[in-house]
C-alpha cells in the first residue's frame, strides 16, 4: 500500500462539463475526506466519509456537487455542469485503522481546470 | 466560527538561524491543532500535533490557549526545513480540519 492515491491527477475540461474523480483510500482507512484547494488558500473541507455514510457535507458543496463511497472502500467525486470557479485542486485524504492519534493520510490531489 | 490564521504568507531566514511560524485560531470549544507541512512535490503531511506534545525533525508547536496560538518553532532552521507549512484546527466530536493559509518557509545557505 503506497498511500492514498488519486486518478486522474490533472484534468482539463470545457465550462458546463461533467467531471469525475476517484481516490483510493489506505486500506484499513475507514475515514475519507474530500478537500479543495485554491491558490493561495489552505485546504478547504468538502465532505467526509466513515466507511460508506456521508456524515459531513460543507456549505461549499453546492447542488452540483456529488460524492459517493459506495462500498466503503474507494470513493468518487462528480462536479457537473462545471465553471470556472471550481478550478482548484481536489485533495482526497483518509484516516483510521489502527493508530493512537487521528491523523488524516492526503493523497497527491487532481487539479481541475475549467476553461 | 472557526478560524485559522497564519498571518504571514513567506518567512525567509538563513540556515541555522531561528524560525518561529504564527497560527491563531478561533474556537470556542477546545481544540485539537495540527501542523501540516508540505515539501515541493510532495503531498501535505502530518509534523506534529499538539496532542503528543512531541518533537519532530526538530520542530516544537505550544498550544496557548489564553492567547489562542499554536506557534510553530525550531531553534536552528536547516534548508530542507524549506516547505509551505500549514496549521490545522479539528473540532472535537468531528472529522474535518479546518486550515489556515498556509506560510511557505524559504531557508536559505
Known amino acids: 500500500d503506497t498511500g492514498v492515491s488519486q486518478d486522474p491527477r490533472h484534468k482539463i475540461t470545457k465550462r458546463g462539463q461533467n467531471v469525475t474523480f476517484r481516490c483510493d483510500p489506505i486500506?484499513?482507512?475507514?475515514?475519507l475526506y474530500w478537500y479543495r484547494q485554491t491558490l493561495g488558500q489552505g485546504p478547504e473541507f468538502l465532505t467526509y466519509f466513515q466507511n460508506e455514510a456521508q456524515l459531513e457535507k460543507s456549505r461549499l458543496l453546492s447542488d452540483r456537487f456529488s460524492a459517493e463511497r459506495p462500498k466503503g472502500s474507494f470513493s468518487t467525486l462528480e462536479i457537473q455542469r462545471t465553471e470556472q470557479g471550481d478550478s482548484a485542486m481536489y485533495l482526497c485524504a483518509s484516516s483510521g485503522g489502527v493508530t493512537l492519534y487521528y491523523e488524516q493520510y492526503f493523497g497527491p490531489g487532481t487539479r481541475l481546470t475549467v476553461t | 466560527a472557526q478560524r485559522v490564521t497564519q498571518p504571514e504568507k513567506l518567512l525567509s531566514v538563513f540556515k541555522g538561524a531561528p524560525v518561529e511560524l504564527k497560527c491563531n485560531y478561533s474556537?470556542?470549544?477546545?481544540?485539537?491543532l495540527f501542523w501540516y507541512v508540505q515539501y515541493s512535490r510532495q503531498r501535505l503531511q502530518l509534523l506534529l500535533r499538539h496532542i503528543s506534545r512531541e518533537s519532530i525533525k526538530g520542530f516544537t508547536a505550544d498550544l496557548n490557549k489564553g492567547e489562542t496560538s499554536f506557534h510553530l518553532k525550531k531553534p536552528f532552521a536547516q534548508e530542507e526545513d524549506s516547505a509551505m507549512y500549514y496549521c490545522?484546527?479539528?473540532?472535537?466530536?468531528?472529522?474535518?480540519?479546518?486550515f489556515g493559509t498556509g506560510t511557505r518557509l524559504l531557508v536559505s545557505p
Open positions: 490545522a484546527l479539528k473540532n472535537t466530536g468531528f472529522q474535518k480540519l479546518v
Open positions: 474556537y470556542s470549544g477546545s481544540p485539537e
Open positions: 486500506s484499513e482507512h475507514n475515514r
